[in-house]
């Protein structure tokens, strides 16, 4: 079992609608997790981190954890072409280690006008 | 959110040629850096983990003599591809937990691509 994964997709939403991105990690001992945006040929970039249990909103994005599932999510509303991407998920490694992250293989988002 | 810089964007450099790409944190100090590479349609792969004043510590199956990691000090990290091959082509990509401390968020540079031909 990889410790993180993700559906690679692609996952194509209409304009408008919302997009679900989901993740499951296999550490139970986990606290951190991130979700990262990367565009073709870019380096990733931070969308959103979240450390406790439930949901956290930031403009069109809420990250929801459920450590007792030893799963995360990403929903973006009203999704835009400009959100087409690959999102990364990603969880602190196993002792820290320094700030260290595991990451998923992506899932990528696909939003058609 | 923090900025993390790489230098050079892109490199094209011959077969047996070593390249140095460098990493710096501008507005934080970074103890720890990350090195990743990644390949086309493919996730981050991790190299290793840059350690300012001590030796990096190599994800398995990284050459250390391939790939040597210095970080000179709290704000630069440097990788360098020493007699580089066309199998090392790919993009390069450096992080830096913000502020140090074990849950802080990455921070990513930009990249670097290598083409080595």
């Known amino acids: 079992q990889k410790e993180v994964e993700q559906n690679s997709g692609p996952l194509s939403v209409p304009e408008g609608a919302i997009a679900s991105l989901n993740c499951t990690y296999s550490d139970r001992g986990s606290q951190s997790f991130f979700w990262y945006r990367q565009y073709s040929g870019k380096s990733p970039e931070l969308i959103m981190f979240?450390?406790?249990?439930g949901d956290k909103e930031d403009g069109r994005f809420t990250a929801q954890l459920n450590k007792a599932s030893q799963y995360v999510s990403l929903l973006i509303r009203d999704s835009q072409p400009s959100d087409s991407a690959t999102y990364l998920c990603a969880v602190n490694a196993r002792g820290n280690q320094g700030g260290k992250l595991i990451f998923g293989q992506g899932t990528e988002l696909s939003v058609k006008p | 959110g923090a900025v993390v810089s790489q230098h050079p964007s892109r490199v094209i450099c011959k077969s047996g040629t070593s390249v140095k790409i460098e990493c710096r944190s501008l507005d934080f100090q970074a103890t720890t850096m990350f090195w990743y590479r990644q390949f086309p349609k493919k996730s981050l792969m991790l190299m290793a983990t840059s350690n300012e004043g001590s030796k990096a510590t190599y994800e398995q199956g990284v050459e250390k003599d391939k790939f040597l990691i210095n970080h000179a000090s709290l704000t630069l990290s440097t990788l360098t591809v020493t007699s580089a091959h066309p199998e090392d082509s790919s993009f390069y990509i450096c992080s830096a937990p913000s502020s140090g401390a074990a849950t802080d968020t990455q921070y990513f540079g930009p990249g670097t691509r290598l083409t080595v031909l």
């Open positions: 979240i450390y406790s249990n």
